[in-house]
Each structure stands twice: as C-alpha cells, then as structure tokens.
C-alpha cells in the first residue's frame, strides 16, 4: 500500500526557469514531510521539510508547499540549475511513540535541467 | 569522516548464501534506520534503532532478515538464504534520536546482487 506518490517519473526543465515536483499522500496522519535529492551511486541528502502545523517553507532556491485538505505537496526550485539534475524523493512521517522516525517514501522524480 | 559510512559498497552472492551489512553512524546520533530500494521504486522502510528502546522491525519483508546494533553505534543488516528478489540497495540512516521530527542521514548505500 503505496501512502506517498509522486506520479511523475521525470521532469524535464531549462536551467533558470522553475522546477515544481509534486507528491500526494493518503495517510492523514502524516505530520512532517521531507524532501531529499539522490544522485547516482549515493545516498539521499536531506534538501527541506515541513511540519504539518505549517503550508510553507523555505530555504533558498527550495521552497516546499504543504495542503493538507488534498494532501498534497510540492517542491518548487528557482532557478533551476544544472546541478540539480537527479532523484528527488518525497517523504513522510507520523511523529506518535510507536511510528517514530519511520519514513514513507514516495518512488521519485528525476529531474533534469537542460542547458 | 562525519558522515554515516556503510560497507561493503558492493555485494555479490549466490542464491542461498548469508550476507552481512554494516552501517557506522554519525557519532552521537541515537537513532539508526536501515531502508532498501529496489530497482525502480522508492526506498522501502526496514527496521530502525532509538537508543536502547527494543527496535521497530515492522518493515522486515521476512524473518531471514535481521538486524543488531551493538553498543550503541554500529549496526549489522544480517539477510539469511538470499534470494534474487533480495536484490536492492540497502541504506542505512541515523538521526540525532532527540525529536520525532528530525532530519534522517543517510549512508551511501551496498548494492546487492544476488545470482
């Protein structure tokens, strides 16, 4: 039972115009998001989360929009740069005693920003 | 170095055989999380450590997979009788063990194969 979606495989962007990936999920218990990029041959870095108490957050280029009433998310990169071409997964948590710390990862975006 | 470091980097087995996994944590993080991602999919939560509290296992896909982390720090993924499905990825992640929301790091990964 897949709780996290991303329903696009890929995105295809030109380097400064802006990147906005997309992940919904079921369970209404999530209560804090995350959002981590993945190259090739490396583990996930942590990119920018949002707790539920808030619809916004952001971090630079990365800002990270939360609607709970769809549940759903998103990422938005401006601009987009060439060195954010990779993976970017969408993940989810429940913060009560007996989830604690387990993720739900949606399947991921890859993401290419052409020159 | 700083951060969460795993081994091998690369597994190659037979059907049958008994792998073993390590993770080595960010120093002073309490909390260790082992997740796998399989070819195409999201990664895939398998059992976390808080501290001396007995561990979530919720995730094992079967009891041939096991896990132990000695002393505090270091982990070992143990898969017993491997199979070709058993062939993923296998990140390991740990966090400072001190909110519900926090940030998970990851480790670089083992790639798996099993023939």
């Known amino acids: 039972d897949q709780q996290v979606k991303q329903n696009s495989p890929s995105l295809s962007v030109q380097e400064g115009r802006i990147s906005i990936l997309n992940c919904d999920y079921t369970?209404?218990?999530?209560?804090?998001f995350l959002w981590y990029k993945k190259y090739p041959a490396e583990g996930p870095t942590f990119l920018i989360s949002?707790?539920?108490?808030?619809d916004k957050n952001e971090d630079g280029r990365f800002t990270v929009f939360l609607n709970k009433s769809a549940k759903h998310l998103s990422l938005h990169i401006v601009p987009s740069q060439p060195g954010d071409s990779a993976v970017y997964f969408c993940?989810?948590?429940?913060?009560?005693?007996?989830?604690?710390?387990?993720?739900?990862f949606g399947a991921g975006t890859q993401v290419v920003v052409t020159p | 170095g700083a951060g969460v470091s795993q081994s091998p980097s690369n597994k190659v087995t037979e059907k049958g055989k008994d792998v073993e996994l390590r993770c080595d944590p960010i120093?002073?993080?309490?909390?260790l999380y082992w997740y796998r991602q399989s070819l195409g999919q999201g990664l895939e939560f398998l059992i976390y450590?808080?501290?001396?509290?007995?561990?979530?296992k919720s995730g094992l896909p079967s009891d041939r997979f096991s896990a132990e982390r000695t002393g505090g720090s270091v982990s070992t993924l143990t898969i017993q009788r491997t199979q070709q499905e058993d062939s993923a990825v296998y990140l390991c992640?740990?966090?400072?063990?001190?909110?519900?929301?926090?940030?998970?790091?990851f480790g670089p990964g083992t790639r798996l194969l099993v023939l």
């Open positions: 120093s002073g993080h309490t909390a």
């Open positions: 369970n209404s218990m999530f209560d804090y």
């Open positions: 993940a989810a948590s429940v913060s009560r005693a007996d989830s604690w710390g387990k993720l739900q």
């Open positions: 949002i707790s539920s108490i808030k």
């Open positions: 450590f808080q501290g001396n509290s007995a561990p979530d």
């Open positions: 992640a740990s966090s400072l063990g001190q909110s519900k929301q926090e940030t998970q790091y």
